[in-house]
C-alpha cells in the first residue's frame, strides 16, 4: 500500500504487474528521469535510493500543506 500510494504521488502511470523492486525502481525514475541507472545495482542501493525519493515526496506533502495553510484560513475567514 505505500509503495502504490508513493506511485501515485511520483504520478508513475504504469504500476500493474510491477514487483516492489521494479515499482521502487519506476517510482524513482518518474523523479529523477530515466537517465538513472540501476543497471547491476544491488538490492540494497535501490531500496536506499528509493527511501530518499520517499522522504522528498513526504518533505514535499509537508512544505506544500505549510504553504497552502495561510491561504486556506484566509479563504475559511471569507
Given at each position: 500500500?505505500?509503495?502504490?500510494?508513493?506511485?501515485?504521488?511520483?504520478?508513475?502511470?504504469?504500476?500493474?504487474?510491477?514487483?516492489?523492486?521494479?515499482?521502487?525502481?519506476?517510482?524513482?525514475?518518474?523523479?529523477?528521469?530515466?537517465?538513472?541507472?540501476?543497471?547491476?545495482?544491488?538490492?540494497?542501493?535501490?531500496?536506499?535510493?528509493?527511501?530518499?525519493?520517499?522522504?522528498?515526496?513526504?518533505?514535499t506533502d509537508?512544505?506544500?500543506?505549510?504553504?497552502?495553510?495561510?491561504?486556506?484560513?484566509?479563504?475559511v475567514k471569507?
Amino acid at each position: 500500500a505505500e509503495l502504490d500510494a508513493c506511485a501515485k504521488k511520483a504520478q508513475v502511470e504504469k504500476t500493474d504487474g510491477l514487483d516492489n523492486k521494479a515499482l521502487k525502481i519506476a517510482i524513482v525514475k518518474a523523479l529523477r528521469g530515466d537517465s538513472v541507472d540501476f543497471e547491476g545495482k544491488t538490492d540494497d542501493y535501490i531500496n536506499a535510493y528509493y527511501d530518499s525519493i520517499k522522504n522528498d515526496l513526504n518533505d514535499t506533502d509537508e512544505a506544500v500543506r505549510q504553504q497552502l495553510k495561510p491561504l486556506l484560513q484566509n479563504i475559511v475567514k471569507i
